[in-house]
């Protein structure tokens, strides 16, 4: 990568200050233009967020100075009412926005518009919102009283559950790319030929979730069938991009949730199965009963279980939440969940891999793939029930 | 050497025709004529005679004409916009899960327009694929099952109550693929419709960059020698033009200058006045041009926006833009792009303001970076090569399910 200060460095600094010429501002762009496109996005984008907590902070200054006067709050309340319905009745399902909007609306105002075209009549409603100035406020009081309380209760618990998320998502490194080069990649490429093979003559939608850089995909396209992938880490999904492969940018549990029920025709998942936490292996399991069509193929692609200890999986093996299963470990799960015709294919270099077919959907599993204690799908219904 | 003979296809939009501007029929014709213009498809465009989609009175006559090399065949409306359809509009969104499907489909009824002549053309026609754009109206709602090709939908959806309509989860479900125009609209589509394994493409929309300077526009609108910020679209309070002239106001009583706010586009409910807002009215491309290349910087209020083509003109013209981070259309473009700043309220909106148009290398950095992102992605000839081979890819889909079935 060349040394290059980053946008966001310059933005802080005097260089970029109001009082910076337009000759600098060319010489930067001009730099600019020489990294990679890929640099240049992340160039931009982290100027981008400086300049916003730039505003972050202005804002954050011009209020602890009390320059938004109350009433400027409430006209403004009343613009953004003329573009947007609540947050919840709008269907908005970001908790942030409905957060905010709940904030915006929590205020009883007691200032009763009192303008009206006709003669008299805004005298009328001025005399009785006087009269009645007394009552609304007590009322308006005791309202905004709770209102406020209401929502500084929801911004704390907001606060909470943020922590407990970062404490507790195991899976915060496979989001962030760290770990690109993985086990996962090297059983995809040991086993892409068998896959193919054990696929061979599947006709209908085909998944491979994680794809990596796409080379087990590509032998599939190859094959004719009709498969795409789904993978989260920008950097892989370039490298397979260039093979001209249907992909989707995402996460694996993610893309499965939105998949319509026995709509695949074969499924291949791999990475998810080495090293998520057990919750989200089981979790994929069942999403693969409810979107594989009847006596449909499922393909674990597995790293070995002793593939952790090699010193070149290290980083990855203490980064994970989770460890390589056995095939028995497979064999036990996808039989709990209803799977039949389970086989395991070691290979010779260590990954290996775990074929079943889909039998029919028993309804609970349709149930139980929204779930997240997906692990009760592995008790019997009876015990469930009871 | 054989060349790969041209694709047949058809699009499926309420109203058509170069008089109407708006999100999805300006994006529909600019799809179809730049198919045309690059020798990748003939295209036919079904519609119906509505201008207004107010009314959806017939307006146009019935019959076959050709624009922009794009053969337009329209067909009367038989049904216009009820009208008791605000009003039962009202009811039903206020729980639009828990409609019946019969409710759900009144209400797309009465919302119009329902054309019989355009269903059953569409019956008829034999193409290699059919696209539907927008997923609210009744030909989309209707048509999508009567194709004989396989049937690709730009949804040109947002989060907004009327998709949890019931009515829309077998639309969704019976089309063959789908093109998105960005990241955001997928999730709206895929979190409620479980469709992600059909092929589909975040798209955008392509544009030709244009110059358009001293042409004389801004002297005739009345805003030469003042710098200005520019809203470029349909003036309507759901677009944010009211709000956004509301914010401007407090902003210049709160921020003394010359600054000045040109609304340009078709009026349907006028903001209030305030000094220093000039509501133009619709402009000519020309006018348009000029005002985007004088501007300081380019805004958009809207919350509901399934993608902003006047964004990336805004870029072409290596101008900064200044979103509604409520919209999560235009907030993932900005957000992509690093092209531009987003206000949640009157304090960003000032303060991000302040930095567009009081501080000339912040604009021009984020002009460059916007500039940069457009002409990479979006370039018509570019975006017309992933358009087309994503369109072969949902037909060869449909061909291999047919010869299963």
């Known amino acids: 990568m060349p040394e290059q200060s980053t946008h966001a460095d310059k933005s802080t600094s005097e260089e970029f200050g109001p009082e910076a010429s337009t000759d600098r501002v060319e010489e930067y762009l001009e730099s600019a233009a020489e990294l990679e496109p890929e640099l240049q996005d992340a160039e931009a984008r982290a100027y981008m967020r400086s300049l916003e907590l730039r505003i972050e902070t202005e804002v954050a200054r011009l209020r602890s100075e009390g320059k938004y006067p109350p009433s400027l709050a409430r006209r403004v309340r009343t613009y953004y009412r003329t573009l947007l319905p609540d947050g919840a009745a709008s269907g908005e399902r970001d908790f942030d926005a409905v957060f905010k909007t709940l904030d915006r609306i929590a205020y009883m105002d007691v200032d009763v518009p009192t303008a009206s075209s006709k003669p008299g009549v805004a005298f009328v409603k001025r005399s009785l919102r006087t009269l009645m100035a007394w009552y609304l ?84 396209s190859e094959a004719g069938l009709n498969a795409y992938g789904v993978e989260s880490r920008r950097e892989l999904l370039q490298a397979a991009e260039a093979r001209n492969l249907e992909l989707r940018e995402g996460g694996t549990l993610e893309h499965l949730a939105g998949v319509a029920p026995g709509s695949l025709a074969a499924l291949v998942l791999s990475g998810i199965v080495d090293r ?38 290290r980083i990855e093996a203490d980064l994970s939440p989770g460890r390589p299963f056995a095939p028995e470990t497979w064999g036990f799960l996808l039989g709990k969940l209803g799977f039949g015709s389970i086989t395991s294919e070691p290979s010779e270099d260590g990954p290996y891999l775990v074929l079943a077919r889909n039998a029919r959907m028993a309804p609970e599993i349709g149930a139980l793939a929204d779930s997240k204690v997906v692990l009760t799908a592995l008790e019997p219904p009876r015990e469930r029930r009871r | 050497m054989s060349q790969t003979p041209l694709l047949k296809l058809a699009y499926v939009v309420p109203r058509y025709g170069a008089e109407i501007i708006g999100g999805a029929e300006t994006a529909t014709r600019m799809l179809a004529e730049a198919l045309v213009r690059l020798g990748r498809a003939e295209v036919e465009v079904l519609t119906t005679t509505a201008l207004s989609m107010d009314s959806w009175a017939n307006h146009f006559p019935a019959g076959t004409d050709t624009l922009g090399g ?12 009820a009208p008791n359809f605000a009003a039962a509009t009202r009811r039903a969104l206020a729980a639009p899960a828990a409609q019946s499907m019969d409710e759900a489909a009144e209400l797309i009824r009465m919302q119009g327009p329902v054309s019989y002549g355009l269903l059953e053309a569409l019956g008829a026609g034999r193409y290699d694929a059919v696209f539907f754009y927008p997923y609210l109206y009744h030909p989309t709602v209707e048509g999508v099952r009567l194709v004989n090709a396989p049937a690709i939908m730009h949804p040109a959806a947002h989060d907004e109550p009327v998709i949890d309509l019931p009515i829309f989860k077998g639309v969704f479900a019976a089309v063959s693929g789908f093109a998105y125009h960005t990241a955001a609209e997928r999730e709206v589509v895929e979190s409620r419709f479980q469709v992600a394994e059909k092929p589909s493409i975040d798209l955008g929309m392509g544009f030709e960059p244009h110059e358009g300077l001293g042409l004389g526009y801004l002297r005739e609108m009345g805003i030469e020698g003042r710098p200005f910020i520019l809203c470029l679209g349909r003036v309507d309070a759901p677009k944010g033009t009211t709000l956004l002239v509301d914010l401007f106001r407090e902003y210049k009583e709160r921020n003394p200058s010359d600054l000045q706010l040109v609304v340009a586009g078709p009026v349907y409910i006028a903001p209030n006045p305030a000094p220093d807002v000039h509501v133009v009215g619709p402009v000519s491309e020309a006018a348009k041009d000029e005002l985007l290349s004088e501007c300081s910087a380019l805004v958009s209020p809207s919350a509901f926006e399934s993608f902003a083509i006047v964004l990336l003109e805004a870029w072409a013209k290596r101008k900064p833009v200044l979103v509604n981070s409520i919209c999560a259309a235009t907030s993932e473009q900005v957000q992509r792009s690093g092209g531009g700043l987003r206000f949640d309220g009157f304090e960003t909106f000032e303060a991000a303001l302040n930095l567009l148009t009081r501080d000339a290398s912040v604009a021009a950095a984020l002009g460059a970076a916007g500039q940069r992102y457009a002409l990479s992605r979006y370039h018509w000839p570019d975006l017309i090569d992933r358009y087309v081979a994503f369109i072969r890819r949902v037909m060869a889909a449909e061909a291999s399910k047919s010869r299963l079935s």
């Not at chain 1, 979107?291 to 692609?301: G, N, Q, T």
């Open chain 1, 137 to 220: 406020n007590y009322l308006a009081q005791q309202f905004n009283n709770f209102a406020t309380n209401l929502v500084h209760l929801l911004g704390i618990a907001d606060v909470r559950i943020a922590a407990l998320e970062s404490r507790f998502d195991a899976s915060a490194f496979r989001a962030t790319g760290l770990l690109a080069a993985t086990a996962a990649a090297k059983a995809q490429a040991a086993t892409a030929g068998r896959v193919a093979e054990a696929l061979s003559g599947t006709r209908g939608r085909v998944l491979v979730a994680e794809c990596a850089d796409g080379t087990l995909l590509a032998g599939l």
């Open chain 1, 276 to 313: 998520d936490t057990v919750n989200d292996r089981v979790a994929a399991l069942v999403h693969a009963r409810r979107v594989l069509e009847e006596d449909a193929a499922l393909v674990l692609v597995c790293a070995s279980a002793d593939a952790f200890d090699d010193p070149a999986n």
């Open chain 2, 70 to 81: 794009v053969t337009v065949r329209r067909f009367a409306v038989d049904g216009e916009r």
